[in-house]
């Protein structure tokens, strides 16, 4: 099991940025794949970005595709979500989640896959 914290969401304009950063705890980070979810109120959580264990492997949503990149510090055990051009419909909040072992390229977006998860950041994207 792994305890994970995110930090850096806020409030910024339409096509601003921001770094989200997820720390986690204990010795074996690298043995975790992770990802980033989110949820707006009122819609189901949704895949946004994964990264296997050595980051060597990333992948995103179609809709954040091009804009959000995610990557992976294991000697720091933290995952960070860089977040640019962002848009009003980015607003939510943003969970990052771990599971151990591989990501699987048909079952990486599955939240069900990733069996912790940290207690979510808001992000809100003014117009």
């Known amino acids: 099991q792994v305890q994970l914290v995110e930090s850096g969401g806020g409030l910024v304009q339409a096509g601003g940025s921001l770094r989200l950063s997820c720390a986690a705890s204990?010795?074996?980070?690298?043995?975790?794949?992770m990802g980033w979810f989110r949820q707006a109120p009122g819609k189901e959580r949704e895949f946004v970005a994964a990264?296997?264990?050595?980051?060597?492997?990333?992948y995103y949503a179609d809709s954040v595709k091009g804009r959000f990149t995610i990557s992976r510090d294991n000697a720091k055990n933290t995952v960070y979500l860089r977040m640019n051009g962002l848009r009003p419909e980015d607003t939510a909040s943003y969970y990052c989640?771990?599971?151990?072992?591989?990501?699987?390229?048909?079952?990486?977006?599955?939240?069900?896959?990733?069996?912790?998860w940290g207690q979510g950041t808001q992000v809100t994207v003014s117009s």
């Open positions: 989640a771990a599971r151990i072992g591989p990501l699987y390229s048909d079952r990486y977006f599955h939240s069900p896959e990733y069996t912790d």
């Open positions: 204990g010795r074996t980070f690298s043995s975790y794949a």
């Open positions: 990264i296997n264990r050595s980051g060597g492997f990333t």
